[in-house]
């Protein structure tokens, strides 16, 4: 954010100074667990909940993942290519003990180890449920004649069954 305005002697307004970003960073951190606790974002965030501070003022437009730009700011450069991982799993967290470079391909993997992809139910937009999977696969019924009792595509009747999709039912 930036500071206040300020007025000259003559009563005409000056224009607001900027902030050092780094400091508009630190005041939007929650540091109260402690330092090896997970120090949460609490601006603003994108719709996968990762931090976002807008860099260059109230005007631009200029908007950066905040962990990232943080690890560069705060521990140093990235290789091409790399990321900043989560340890904690906590997008919003802006421990940098709780940071670690990596590929995205590692990011993923830390997702699946962990059990934080979305999957069945749970994942939004899915039409069918474990169960429904389970018939489907058990059916001799024609692929389009399942794909429409179920509202879904023929290919993805044809996925299921070869266990391309669901593999985890």
Same mark, same amino acid.
């Given at each position: 954010?930036?500071?206040?305005?300020?007025?000259?002697?003559? !009563?005409?307004?000056?224009? *607001?100074?900027?902030?050092? *970003?780094?400091?508009?960073?630190?005041?939007?951190?929650?540091?109260?667990? !402690?330092?090896?606790?997970?120090?949460?974002?609490?601006? !603003?965030?994108?719709?996968? @909940?990762?931090?976002?501070?807008?860099?260059?003022?109230?005007?631009?437009?200029? %908007?950066?993942?905040?962990?990232?730009?943080?690890?560069?700011?705060?521990? +140093?450069? &990235?290789?091409?290519?790399?990321?900043?991982?989560?340890?904690?799993? &906590?997008?919003?967290?802006?421990?940098?003990?709780?940071?670690?470079?990596? #590929?995205?391909?590692?990011?993923?993997?830390?997702?699946?180890?962990? !059990?934080?992809?979305?999957? @069945? *139910?749970? =994942?939004?937009? #899915? =039409? &069918?449920? *474990?169960?429904?999977?389970?018939?489907?696969?058990?059916?001799?019924?024609?692929?389009?004649?399942?794909?429409?009792?179920? +509202?879904?595509?023929? %290919?993805?009747?044809?996925?299921? =069954?070869?266990? =391309?999709?669901?593999?985890?039912?």
């Amino acid at each position: 954010r930036y500071s206040d305005p300020t007025t000259t002697m003559e !009563g005409t307004l000056m224009p *607001p100074t900027p902030v050092d *970003p780094l400091i508009r960073y630190e005041r939007h951190i929650d540091r109260s667990g !402690g330092e090896d606790a997970c120090h949460p974002w609490i601006g !603003g965030v994108d719709r996968h @909940g990762r931090g976002r501070l807008r860099l260059g003022g109230r005007d631009a437009l200029q %908007c950066t993942n905040i962990h990232r730009w943080a690890y560069l700011q705060l521990i +140093g450069p &990235l290789e091409p290519g790399q990321v900043v991982r989560h340890t904690c799993d &906590l997008p919003r967290c802006q421990n940098p003990r709780h940071w670690i470079p990596g #590929t995205q391909q590692d990011n993923i993997r830390d997702m699946v180890e962990r !059990g934080r992809v979305a999957r @069945g *139910p749970s =994942k939004r937009g #899915t =039409k &069918l449920t *474990p169960d429904a999977v389970r018939e489907i696969r058990a059916s001799e019924e024609l692929q389009r004649v399942l794909a429409s009792r179920y +509202g879904v595509a023929r %290919c993805t009747i044809s996925e299921i =069954k070869s266990r =391309k999709k669901w593999q985890w039912v």
